[in-house]
């Protein structure tokens, strides 16, 4: 399959076709319903759009998913981005007395950039990426998503393709919806080991006792470590290279490796030494030395922005919405084939639109066959629209997440009015 | 005599039936029930002795060591206010506790300084409180007050042993073993999730039993601040009680601030100093009772506490106060030897060398203002609020502070702010202004600020804190605050109730 040349200049005449009939309304409602447990959740919802010539307008608000649908197919957003749920429809904040217009509650949410690594990837810079350096990625969702579920109990996280050089994470328990800001910074402080900016050398720093979440995010980082940094990014291989990875060394043995390198070649070799020497020091001398795995952590571990995770009433860019330079939609990752998951086979919004067209296949008919009993044509077209295209999977992903959920609900319920005893 | 109740909000529903369950009090729900005018006194006054002890011991011992919990468990026993024992069912005390706990809510809820202060010492007590509870009633405590705290079973303990003793330093295999740990939501301990000092898993942090205070201790504040809040709102209603408004008033007036008992400059004031001293760095009211020891060669009592203590807080020591005393008091009508008898006795009471051998400490702005004003002859008091505006005025003069500062001086005296009368004359016998932070009230303050502006010797500052305490015996107060009209409480009982408190502040 190949991805359809996408061109910026045609997203108006492609924005419409994607909103009429590919875009997944109701999946989108079902999960911003949360089930309806609580009156007005989707109403009270923030959205953002973005509109042609970058006209941005807030606090749209929508009373159901017809409304939402409605208004987008008129608005024909180039981007949409989700905010908060607030006390108050959005829509009417200016008829709310000052002060009592506030946001209440919100999925807990992550953003892994990849130009937050330009200072330790060599493939690429800025805005792009490739296969190389997507690895970082990798990393990162293995190790968020760990540490989301096991150390903090969550258990519905979404991940989302951002549509260029990074990844978002839509935590949607209820109870990461309930979070605090302060909770919101606790947790996303807990996440962060890489600290500093340009003008710190040394991002990472340990010292005893070494946390169980660092022993667990090392344990991944290991698994890529020497095929991403000592092949791909070949941090030990070039003189450049290999200065930048001495600066994060302590002194004597910085001197005693530059000796050593002169005759050393092979990265593999070279790491190796790095790491024995660690464990040596840590035999020998009184404080802990734990500069080999700083290293590890320095390139690889994930760089979160701490501001995008605190406010409740942040606003991101939503699944499904388009990518206006790329053309790229995001779309859930599905962490079973998460080391598979190429960038670059991401539908863009040109090609799910030529798919339309394209004559239908001997599965869709079948699949025709079992919606007969559906209600309106017009339901029927549209589910079987997104479904002869590329963006069906993720959509299925989606609805798979979305199920999850309402069986949690479930469960929820029937232990509250304790008729059931389920095992959390 | 009713409570307004200001918190509609019920804990739980089958826990709170026995009203007094636990020993230990989270001060969730307010009183309900009638008390009398003079227990509604008593409880509230014995109740500021306790949390003035706090502080106080607060300031001088390490808040978790023996001697901290000796003295205090002394302190607490005294007004009938030691709960800690939850074995016996102490149903007065606990009472008196609860009901004396929210009566002071009323008097500190109503600027920010005496929330802080409130706060502080109601979590100081609490501490102490709680570190003494036995393992089984901290569990009781948890659960009373739907604090979802459990702790885990030895063999969760075991299972996780690795993990709890890499997540903090503070935790070895040792204390796994032997101490209690406790499963707390990770919403409850956000400092120690964003510092990972804890073991963090499924949503719960793993917490060793001398932590768990402190989780618990950030949620009494939470609560408390919150209250306070509440109350501060709900604080017009009751104010609007005749019988109430004085004590109350009264009540959050109580100086506190730092003692000035020790100070760390003590002896580096040598008595020739103090002349030159005299006239840059102390208060209006220092200054004029050295004048006056000048001048007349002698002090009545009053004036002798007053300035006596306040040398004591410059740091003069004991032997240095008595050659300074009998030296003057001899070039007047005193001998030697008369003064021997009689007046040194007196300083080396207030040295804490005789007697109860308490050690005094000088007097607060508030209780030079508030207390034994001073009659014909006496030379004590603050004079922004006890000299005749002209004398004052005069005074001023003759100290070289200019016209337009005298006026808002004088200004300021009208509006009955002599604190901040006295501050200005600061700002203007130092040519400096005070920022927004420093708030006169304490006359030894006022000498060690200038002495830090002046780079002097008498600015040191650490300082050891004690009761107020006046050895002598007083005359009735007048109300502390001229609220005219009607009202207020016979002139009578109103004495009588300041002159309770005053009495605490000054231990006969």
């Known amino acids: ?424 | 005599m009713q409570f307004y109740s200001r918190r509609k909000k019920l804990i739980g529903n089958s826990q709170t039936e026995q009203l007094y369950g636990h020993c230990l009090q989270f001060y969730g729900q307010p009183p309900i029930e009638n008390i009398s005018l003079s227990e509604f006194e008593t409880f509230a006054v014995d109740r500021l002795k306790l949390l003035k002890t706090v502080e106080n011991l607060g300031v001088s011992y390490v808040k978790t060591s023996e001697l901290y919990t000796k003295k205090l468990d002394a302190e607490e026993f005294l007004p009938g206010l030691n709960v800690r024992n939850c074995e016996t069912d102490e149903y007065e005390k606990r009472r008196k506790d609860h009901i004396s706990h929210f009566i002071l809510r009323l008097a500190y809820c109503q600027t920010e300084d005496l929330r802080r202060w409130f706060i502080q010492q109601e979590i100081d007590l609490f501490r102490y409180r709680f570190n003494d509870l036995p393992s089984k009633n901290i569990g009781q405590f948890l659960q009373y007050n739907n604090l979802h705290y459990h702790t885990i079973s030895i063999d969760e303990k075991k299972k996780l042993m690795d993990k709890l003793v890499t997540s903090s330093f503070a935790v070895s295999g040792s204390t796994v073993d032997g101490k209690d740990f406790y499963k707390v939501p990770f919403q409850d301990a956000l400092d120690l999730v964003r510092t990972r000092k804890v073991y963090l898993n499924g949503g719960y942090v793993y917490i060793p039993h001398q932590d768990i205070v402190t989780i618990v201790l950030n949620d009494f504040r939470t609560r408390l601040s919150k209250a306070l809040a509440l109350t501060a709102r709900s604080l017009p209603a009751v104010q609007s009680d005749e019988r109430l408004q004085p004590l109350l008033n009264h009540l959050s007036h109580a100086y506190v601030g730092q003692d000035y008992s020790i100070q760390k400059s003590i002896g580096k004031i040598s008595l020739e100093q103090i002349d030159p001293l005299s006239a840059k760095s102390y208060p209006l009211c220092m200054r004029q009772l050295h004048r006056g020891l000048r001048d007349s060669h002698h002090l009545r009592h009053g004036g002798r506490m007053q300035y006596g203590l306040f040398l004591k807080g410059i740091g003069l020591t004991l032997d240095q106060a008595l050659q300074f005393w009998r030296s003057e008091f001899v070039k007047g009508k005193v001998d030697a030897d008369k003064f021997d008898k009689a007046y040194a006795y007196s300083i080396r009471h207030m040295f804490g060398k005789e007697g109860k051998r308490t050690d005094y400490t000088p007097y607060s702005c508030m209780k030079v203002i508030l207390s034994n004003p001073p009659s014909q002859g006496d030379q004590h008091g603050c004079p922004f609020r006890h000299s005749d505006p002209e004398l004052l005025k005069q005074k001023l003069q003759s100290y070289k502070v200019s016209p337009s500062g005298i006026s808002q001086i004088l200004e300021l005296v009208k509006g009955m702010h002599y604190q901040l009368a006295c501050q200005k004359y600061f700002e203007l016998t130092h040519s400096v202004r005070t920022d927004s932070g420093f708030s006169l009230n304490h006359p030894n303050q006022y000498f060690m600020e200038s002495q830090k502006l002046l780079g002097g010797p008498g600015a040191g500052v650490k300082v050891e804190v004690k009761r107020e305490d006046n050895p002598a015996t007083k005359p009735p107060n007048p109300s502390p605050h001229q609220t005219p009209g009607p009202g207020n409480l016979p002139q009578e009982v109103a004495a009588e109730i300041t002159e309770d408190l005053d009495s605490f502040f000054q231990d006969a």
């Open chain 1, 1 to 424: 399959m190949t991805t359809a040349d996408y061109d910026q200049a045609s997203l108006p005449d492609l924005l419409p076709l994607y909103y009429r009939r590919l875009f997944p309304f109701s999946q989108y409602h079902r999960w911003l319903n949360y089930g309806g447990v609580t009156k007005n959740y989707f109403q009270n919802r923030e959205f953002s759009f973005t509109l042609k010539d970058d006209i941005y307008v807030r606090y749209q608000s929508f009373s159901t998913q017809n409304e939402l649908e409605k208004e987008m197919q008129k608005m024909n957003p180039y981007k949409i981005d989700i905010g908060a749920v607030y006390s108050h429809r959005p829509n009417q904040h200016n008829t709310v007395k000052s002060g009592s217009f506030q946001a209440l509650e919100k999925e807990l949410v992550f953003d892994i950039d990849m130009t937050d690594y330009d200072d330790v990837r060599s493939c690429c810079s800025g805005a792009d990426i490739c296969p190389k350096c997507w690895t970082l990625m990798t990393i990162a969702i293995r190790i968020l998503d760990r540490a989301l579920r096991d150390d903090f109990g969550f258990r519905h996280c979404l991940w989302v393709y951002s549509g260029r050089r990074g990844v978002h994470c839509w935590v949607c328990d209820e109870a990461a919806r309930k979070l605090s800001v302060a909770a919101r910074s606790a947790v996303a402080e807990y996440l962060s080991l890489v600290k500093g900016g340009d003008e710190t050398v040394r991002k990472v720093v340990l010292s005893d006792p070494i946390h169980p979440f660092i022993t667990e995010s090392l344990t991944v980082v290991e698994n890529y470590f020497s095929q991403y940094a000592l092949l791909g990014q070949d941090i030990l291989g070039s003189k450049e290279a290999v200065d930048k990875v001495l600066a994060l060394l302590p002194e004597d043995v910085r001197k005693k490796l530059l000796q050593y390198f002169q005759t050393e070649k092979n990265p593999e070799k070279r790491w190796d030494t790095i790491r024995s020497m660690a464990q040596d020091k840590r035999m020998t001398a009184k404080k802990g030395h734990y500069f080999e795995m700083e290293i590890m952590l320095q390139y690889c571990y994930p760089r979160l922005d701490v501001n995008v995770s605190k406010g409740v009433n942040h606003l991101l860019k939503s699944p499904f919405s388009v990518h206006p330079k790329t053309g790229r939609i995001s779309v859930p990752i599905d962490l079973r084939e998460l080391d598979r998951f190429d960038p670059f086979e991401v539908p863009t919004i040109s090609l799910i639109c030529e798919e339309l067209d394209q004559p239908k296949t001997e599965e869709e008919q079948d699949d025709n066959m079992e919606n007969e009993n559906k209600k309106e044509a017009g339901e029927r077209r549209k589910m079987r629209d997104y479904k002869r295209t590329s963006l069906a999977k993720y959509v299925k992903l989606f609805d798979n997440f979305l199920e999850e959920m309402a069986h949690s609900r479930k469960g929820e319920v029937l232990k509250n009015s304790g008729e059931c005893n389920l095992n959390p």
